[in-house]
């Protein structure tokens, strides 16, 4: 692999790594199903809440520990 190979190579490995940080920054503010409240500041919420992304779908879905339980998918 010459340089301009591997220098086009990081452009697009680059790309794929600052558009998933675009997504999980636009995280929303309340859960996805339920609508509850989510503090971005509060590390309790930071570690029971679930976020999923899509970025096929550009889609960031925040589900609360209450919904996830509901929706059968507990961890």
Known sequence: MNRKQ???FGKQVGEKASSAID??????DKCSICQKDFDKKSK???????????SEQKLVVLTCPECRKQDGKAD
């Open 44 to 54: 309790e919420m930071a570690k029971t809440w679930f976020v999923d992304v899509f």
């Open 23 to 28: 997504l999980i920054l636009s995280i929303p």
């Open 6 to 8: 591997r220098r086009a």
